[in-house]
């Protein structure tokens, strides 16, 4: 029975050409076109999917309320994290992110080499699983004169990861860094990628606008207590920036 199906279809297949074709070529279309969807949603979500603590890692977003409109971005006052993180229970962790990567020319003896990273605070290895070679989490970016390497910027400094900590690496042929950890290489679905980290406190210092709290550009980024509740900060979130810019330290800024 099954047989005479096939050959029925066969038939009907081979006696209408033009429009078995058209049939055919349909749905070839449509089943390549969902299998590269699947792809596509597939590659998206496994983007940062890594971090052991990501569904307790957040992103302070902020708004900003002007006479005739709403701006919102993720830029925020370079102060906010470590604020947070004294004034909200709720918040295990907190970590300041320069906005973008930087472009740096990083020299070590007669090597230098071109290449991308960023500053961030201390928290980076703490919250984020950009697992250290080399160095502990709780000190990797500790001092203002600090640096963290990714494993290949160490291999091609230094010979290996073990080589480099320690190792003095001059930045922009302006300040002298000591690196004081190595991490792997980032994965491909990563959604930043850098070859090295640099103190936040000594980025902050060539930046002192930062400090002020009517100022916007780093990011800030919050791990919170795993029995702490989202809504809940998301709330006492509302106006806190605009209780610090109504207080003594917003109205020195």
């Given amino acids: 029975m099954l047989l005479n199906y096939f050959k029925t279809a066969w038939r009907n297949l081979v006696r209408n050409k033009s429009h078995s074709f058209i049939n055919l070529a ?38 900003e309320y002007y006479a005739h409109h709403i701006d919102g971005n993720y830029d925020t006052p ?14 295990e962790d907190a970590c300041t992110m320069e906005e973008e990567n930087q472009q740096a020319a990083l020299q070590a003896g007669d090597k230098m080499l071109k290449t991308e990273g960023t500053a961030a605070g201390p928290g980076i ?43 003095t690496i001059r930045m922009n042929n302006k ?25 936040w406190e000594s980025w902050i210092q060539d930046h002192t606008w930062a400090r002020e709290w009517g100022s916007s550009g780093p990011l800030t980024f919050l791990l919170l207590r795993s029995d702490a509740d989202p809504a809940l900060v998301d709330k006492k979130l509302t106006h806190f920036l605009y209780d610090q810019l109504a207080g003594p330290a917003g109205g020195n800024g």
């Fill in 26 to 63: 349909g749905l070839s279309v449509g089943l390549a076109c969902s299998l590269l969807i699947l792809l596509w949603v597939e590659d998206e979500l496994s983007v940062d999917a890594f971090h052991a603590k990501g569904s307790r890692l957040y992103k302070v977003y902020e708004r």
């Fill in 78 to 91: 370079g102060m906010l994290a470590e604020e947070l993180h004294k004034q909200f229970p709720e918040v």
């Fill in 125 to 167: 290895f703490r919250m984020f699983s950009y697992p250290l070679v080399e160095g502990s989490p709780a000190t990797a970016l500790g001092s203002p004169l600090a640096i963290a390497l990714s494993e290949k910027m160490a291999g091609q400094f230094f010979g290996s990861a073990q080589n480099a900590m320690s190792k």
């Fill in 175 to 199: 300040k002298d860094l000591t690196v004081t950890a190595v991490f792997r290489n980032l994965p491909a679905n990563v959604s930043r990628r850098f070859d090295f980290a640099v103190s």
